[in-house]
């Protein structure tokens, strides 16, 4: 019976954090430190710099519907070694410099299709 209950609530977790897993974004948002630098579309093809405090620390590539941060001035490179991300939900992160990029999708946004009375 325990086992039961455990169960339902691993399934009913599962399908509320991953319903928006693997949906397709549409565009990408860029934050320092918690802060909006910038949304950009993935539907064009564009290289931006994020700059910070009058220099460029990192480097973004839009390419194909996907992003990929090409350059950072940081010591470890990880978020330059990381994978491209074209689905909601995912990020790219640059720990030292602060920066997060996040993939927004038709599924983050709230709309109605209809209003029933």
């Not at 009913?12 to 320092?32: D, K």
């Not at 630098?37 to 910070?52: F, V």
């Not at 001035?73 to 689905?87: E, R």
């Amino acid at each position: 019976m325990i086992f039961l209950g455990i169960l339902a609530i691993l399934l009913l977790s599962i399908w509320f954090f991953g319903r928006n897993i693997g949906a397709e974004g549409s565009s990408v948002q860029v934050t320092i430190d918690g802060k909006v630098y910038g949304t950009y579309s993935l539907e064009e093809n564009q290289t931006i710099p994020i700059e910070q405090e009058g220099k460029t620390t990192n480097i973004l590539q839009i390419e194909a519907g996907k992003a990929k941060m090409i350059s950072a001035d940081c010591p470890d490179q990880l978020c330059v070694h990381q994978s491209s991300i074209a689905k909601s939900k995912e990020t790219i992160v640059c720990l030292p410099n602060k920066v997060v990029v996040e993939v927004q999708g038709s599924g983050d946004k709230k709309d109605y299709d209809a209003v029933v009375k």
